[in-house]
């Protein structure tokens, strides 16, 4: 993509985070803003935003969080549990038992970043496939629909007609969001 693509890109997403009411009437009332992406250009997209969002936000890493989630109990007690529900993995990541699990873990990060007056950024999201865990969860929880900043969800994706796909081949959700193509 030339400079001029990524600049009107970026243009286009600090529209949105400034616009936070009409953010919510075009997202039915979410708060959140998909930044869709070619997979193979996402270090160029972080590095960008990083450099331009310095100052204003926090880049929560969802790869570090996965890693601090398995480290939490050990690889050996993960594994184990992993086997024992492989074929419902929201039962690992994403459940509604007291325990905290990655899908608490980054809501928690999203919460913090808005109590430090930051606009959250979800990077490297391409490690929830396999987890349970969709775009729409993250966008419909009562965390995010009620955050100070709307939550920048960094989505590596093509987009074909009005169809977006996740890691270019999932089907995804655009509702309770709005897309920044």
């Known amino acids: 993509m030339s400079y001029i693509d990524h600049k009107q890109k970026f243009a286009?997403?600090?529209?949105?985070?400034q616009n936070q009411d009409q953010?919510?009437?075009?997202?039915?009332?979410?708060n959140s803003i998909l930044f869709s992406y070619p997979p193979n250009e996402e270090a160029s997209y972080i590095k960008m935003s990083r450099d331009l969002y310095a100052d204003?936000?926090?880049?929560?890493?969802?790869?570090k969080l996965l890693v601090s989630f398995i480290d939490h109990d050990?690889?050996?007690?993960?594994?184990?549990?992993?086997?024992?529900?492989?074929?419902?993995p929201h039962l690992i990541f994403r459940s509604d038992d007291p325990s905290i699990d990655?899908?608490?873990?980054?809501?928690?990060?999203?919460?913090?970043a808005c109590q430090n007056?930051?606009?959250?950024?979800l990077i490297?999201?391409?490690?929830?496939?396999?987890?349970?865990?969709?775009?729409?969860?993250?966008?419909?929880?009562?965390?995010?629909m009620t955050l100070s900043h709307p939550l920048v969800i960094f989505y590596p994706s093509r987009i074909e007609g009005d169809n977006i796909y996740f890691l270019n081949f999932r089907l995804a959700s655009k509702y309770r969001c709005v897309l920044v193509k």
């Open 74 to 88: 050990g690889w050996d007690l993960f594994r184990e549990y992993y086997n024992d529900f492989k074929n419902t």
């Open 117 to 121: 007056d930051k606009i959250p950024f």
């Open 12 to 17: 286009d997403l600090e529209s949105q985070i």
């Open 23 to 30: 953010l919510r009437r075009q997202a039915n009332g979410g």
């Open 56 to 63: 204003r936000a926090e880049f929560i890493d969802v790869s």
């Open 124 to 144: 490297r999201t391409g490690c929830l496939l396999g987890t349970g865990i969709e775009n729409v969860n993250i966008m419909e929880s009562r965390v995010v």
């Open 102 to 112: 990655l899908f608490d873990m980054i809501l928690c990060e999203i919460s913090k």
